[in-house]
């Protein structure tokens, strides 16, 4: 006879995670538009370029949504409810450093090589003593809850600094939102939605300001900057977009589970149709047919679409053959590559930027912004210059093995006195 332990039959191998390619190539394309629409008015460029190009208030919450997504894929449990045993196993604050040292030392050596472009105008204009609170804020990555003060020194880190409170959620959100099926996933992203929503409804409303193009607008010509600062800033904010993207991914992650309805079909236009729909908006506002404000874009269409765009892309990513077009250009080899080199990009474009165009650094070193010593096509150079800068930070400082161990060491004796 056969036993009944003999004659059991043997759980179905969980299903292998794999590497979703196009989510590297995505960063890339999401950071040249944001480091062009930060210096395209030096390039002289026509108006309706100028206000397709500056659309950034509006672009960068999918970064926040693609932190949240890969979050979520790495952390929890494929046609399971379930967190992963590594995300549960991992003391809360050794989870949270890991995540911060995979980001900061780029940050912090970046701020030390740039130091004088930092400094020199806000002592000039500012005195020592805010100078030196403005780079405390800056190293510690704490700049984004000062919303007058979140752009202080190396401008477009406000993102890392609203992204570390994020991360600092994500233990304590990601276990509740794994266990939940798709029909919870789907109320939370409402209220989530609605949260998120609501303090930009009253913003437009209180102001009258429903079909403000606000990056193509001067700070000054904003109505109460500091509560637009502060939706655009705060943390808060980020921990919202962060999670949608995180409940994102686990609707896909659920297809085919127990008691859950299979993944959709997918074609070609599962991911074309939402790419599509954010280039039109984009376009549309440029051209002045939307008229509605970037907060209210990027909250009501841009993230939803966005967030779609994803899930397409991943569920034609664990295909067993992938044949969205789309799909397969993300994920080839160049594109991947240039993926890779977003995080630098972001950390020192900013920098580079002040160095070749801010009046009273520029005119110190080269005697003038050189966008009017050598012309609007220093643009193109900028452009090459910061690549080349990309690629050597990579290289020197997110490859270093030496800075890897640093950093590891860091947070083991951190993570064990907390």
């Known amino acids: 006879m056969i036993s009944s332990a003999e004659g059991a039959a043997e759980p179905p191998p969980k299903p292998k995670k794999v590497r979703i390619s196009a989510f590297d190539s995505i960063r890339f394309f999401l950071i040249a538009y944001i480091v062009c629409g930060h210096f395209i008015s030096f390039a002289s460029p026509s108006e309706f370029v100028f206000k397709a190009i500056t659309q950034i208030n509006v672009v960068v919450g999918a970064f926040f949504a693609l932190s949240g997504y890969v979050a979520a894929y790495t952390t929890t449990e ?56 403005h780079g405390l804020l800056s190293l510690t990555m704490t700049q984004a809850w000062f919303p007058m003060h979140a752009e202080v020194w190396n401008a477009p880190t406000w993102f890392l600094s609203a992204l570390t409170f994020a991360t600092a959620m994500l233990p304590f959100s990601l276990p509740r939102l794994a266990k939940q099926n798709k029909q919870q996933l789907r109320r939370t992203a409402g209220f989530l939605f609605l949260v998120g929503l609501l303090p930009k409804l009253g913003y437009c409303y209180d102001h009258n300001a429903w079909g403000f193009l606000e990056g193509a607008m001067a700070p000054k010509a904003m109505p109460n900057l500091a509560i637009f600062n502060m939706q655009r800033f705060n943390p808060f904010y980020a921990v919202i977009e962060v999670l949608l993207g995180a409940v994102a991914c686990r609707l896909v992650m659920l297809d085919g589970a127990e008691g859950e309805e299979k993944a959709p079909n997918t074609s070609a236009l599962t991911t074309a149709l939402p790419l599509l729909g954010m280039v039109a908006v984009i376009l549309l506002r440029a051209y002045g047919v939307l008229q509605l404000s970037d907060l209210l874009t990027r909250a009501v269409i841009f993230i939803p679409l966005f967030l779609s765009f994803l899930m397409g892309a991943h ?27 977003a995080f630098p990009i972001f950390v020192v474009h900013g920098p580079l930027g002040q160095l070749f165009y801010k009046k009273v650094v520029a005119a110190k070193i080269f005697g003038g912004p050189l966008h009017t010593l050598v012309g609007p096509q220093f643009f193109y150079a900028f452009l090459a210059i910061v690549m080349v800068a990309a690629w050597v930070l990579q290289k020197t400082v997110l490859m270093n093995k030496w800075v890897g161990n640093m950093s590891k060491d860091a947070v083991e004796k951190l993570s064990g006195s907390l």
């Open 315 to 341: 569920r034609a990513s664990v295909l067993s053959k992938v044949t969205d077009p789309v799909v397969k250009l993300l994920s080839s080899k160049p594109l991947v590559t240039l993926g890779n080199l």
């Open 78 to 133: 494929n046609k399971e409810r379930a967190p992963s045993p590594k995300l549960l196993s991992t003391p809360t604050p050794k989870w949270i450093l890991q995540r911060v040292f995979g980001y900061w030392p780029l940050h912090v050596a970046v701020t030390l090589l740039f130091l004088p472009v930092f400094l020199y105008p806000d002592v000039l204009f500012n005195g020592w003593p805010t100078a030196l609170w």
